[in-house]
């Protein structure tokens, strides 16, 4: 099984324009992603796959590999399919290039979902988290999943999901981490399908495969990013680059 990494990095971003672009310490933020996630030895390859001439000779020029997008995509589900479609590989990860600090164990987690799979029949795995700080099961920005008993996924929400309709009852809630693992004929597929209502209505491109009746795998984690999304997390993450 040939397992790469991809990781999508677009320039412009709205609330914090080139950011990928930005000092982390001694090196930008995309080049730390690319080259810690290089450091895992988890994949046989890895890429950035970006929109940007600039991103692709940060890339290129520091010894690493990237591929520019031809066409503009909605999803970063989309810019990884059209850079994996000719590239020799059976599985994909995603790794979002503005989360530097990239952890090994998490990855290896999604990794081993396909290596167990013998009979081909996981489309996607993904990390998710428990939540229970009620403020943040609330907040329409986390999204929220709920599984089966086989941990798969059932349905993704911004909602809060379950609904806890007895108050006797303490429902247990998880977060979508966002860090996904694809089979690549499925991340293809995915990106030949319509998008259908309740993707349209809740805007989480992973309903997509529950839509159409693919199947998804919950791995738990404790595993929290630090994200870069504004110039304060910049901040707290070259604090972070001090203290290493």
Not at 196 to 224: D, P, S
Request: glycine share 4%.
């Amino acid at each position: 099984m040939k397992i790469i990494a991809v990781i999508p990095a677009r320039y412009a971003a709205s609330r914090f324009p080139a950011k990928l672009m930005k000092m982390l310490g001694d090196k930008t933020v995309i080049r730390s992603t690319y080259e810690n996630a290089k450091e895992t030895r988890l994949f046989d390859d890895v890429f950035v796959a970006t929109d940007s001439e600039i991103i692709y000779n940060e890339i290129t020029q520091n010894g690493g590999k990237a591929i520019m997008s031809i066409k503009e995509h909605e999803t970063g589900s989309d810019r990884i399919a059209e850079a994996i479609e000719n590239l020799d590989c059976d599985v994909v990860l995603n790794i979002q290039g503005d989360e530097p600090f990239v952890k090994k164990e998490p990855l290896a987690q999604l990794i081993q979902v396909f290596r167990e799979d013998v009979n081909n029949e996981i489309d996607v795995a993904t990390l998710i988290r428990k939540m229970e700080d009620w403020d943040s099961i609330k907040n329409p920005n986390n999204v929220k999943v709920i599984k089966d008993k086989n941990n798969y996924a059932l349905y993704f929400s911004r909602s809060v999901i379950p609904y806890p309709r007895e108050t006797n009852f303490q429902a247990e809630y998880f977060w979508h981490v966002g860090v996904y693992a694809f089979r690549k004929r499925s991340l293809l597929n995915f990106t030949r399908l319509q998008m259908l209502q309740n993707e349209k209505a809740e805007k989480i491109e992973c309903i997509r495969y529950l839509e159409y009746g693919m199947k998804i795998k919950l791995v738990e984690t404790e595993f929290i990013g630090v994200g870069i999304d504004t110039p304060e997390d910049l901040e707290k993450a070259n604090e972070i680059i001090q203290k290493m």
